[in-house]
C-alpha cells in the first residue's frame, strides 16, 4: 500500500512537471520547459509523452540530434506514438533523407488517422509530407529530365552523323535523304516528349478531387449515395451543416462513411507517377 501510493505521488509530481512544461512551451521558454520536461522523465521515463514533448522543445531550438533521439525513445516506448514518428519524420528530412522520413511521416499520418481524423496535427503532418514528396520529385525529375536531354542529344548527333553518311552515298537522292533525316529526328523527339509526360504538370482528374473542396483525396470515404468525399471535409460538414449528404440531400450519419480504398490507390498509384501533384495538393 505505501509502496503504491509512493508511486502515485510520483506519477502526480511527474504530470505536474508536464503541466509546468507545457505552461513554459505555451510562453516561448523552451529552455524551463526542457528542464520541467527533463524532470518528469527522471521520475517517470516510461511515458512517452514526455519524451515527444521534449523533443518538439529542441525542434524548436533546431537542436535536431536530440530531438531524433527523443522520439525514438518514444517510438520504443509506445510504436504507435503520432507525435513520436512525425518529429522523427521531420528530422529526417531536415538531414534530406527523403525516403525514410517519407517513411515515418505515413506511419505518422496513418495513426493520426486512425486516432483523430479532423486533427489540427493530421493537417499538418499531410502538408509536411506532400512537402517531402514533391521535393523528392523534383530532385528526381530533375536527374530525369537531365539524363533524358544527354540521351536526346546523342540520339540526334548520331541521326546527324548517319545522315551526313546517306548523303554521301546516295548521290542524286539528296531530297529522299533529306526527308528520311527529318521524318526520324521527327519520331526521335515524339518519343522524348512522350517521356517526359509524366514530369510535366497538368490538370488532375476529377475523379481523384473532392466535390466539395476540389482538392486531390487524402483520406477519400463513400457514402450509402456511392458519392466520395474527403474525410475531414464531410465530417466538418456533419457536424457543423446537417446529418446529409451535401451532393444527394440523403440522410447521412458519420458511422455510414466507408473508406473508399479503390480511390485511395488510384491517387497513391497517380501521384507516385506525378509527383508534381503533391504541390498543388
Partial sequence: MVLEAGLAGVAKQAE???LDGNYYFSKDRYGAAIDAYTEAITLCPNVPIYWTNRALCH????DWTKVEADCRKAIQLDHDSVKGHYLLGLTLLQRNEYAEGIKELEKAL???RG????GYIVEDIWEE??????LLWEQESSKRSWELQSLKEACEAALEEKHVLDISRKEGFLDEASSTHLKQMEALRQVFRKAAEDDTPAEVPDYLCCKITLDIFRDPVI???GVTYERAVILDHLDKV?????ITREPLRESQLVPNLAIKEAVRAYMDKHGWAYKAS
Fill in 242 to 246: 446537417g446529418k446529409f449528404d451535401p
Fill in 110 to 112: 496513418n495513426l493520426g
Fill in 115 to 118: 486516432a483523430k481524423p479532423k
Fill in 16 to 18: 505536474q512537471l508536464r
Fill in 223 to 225: 457514402t450509402p449515395s
Fill in 129 to 134: 509530407l506532400a512537402r517531402a514528396k514533391y
Fill in 59 to 62: 525542434l524548436k531550438r533546431n
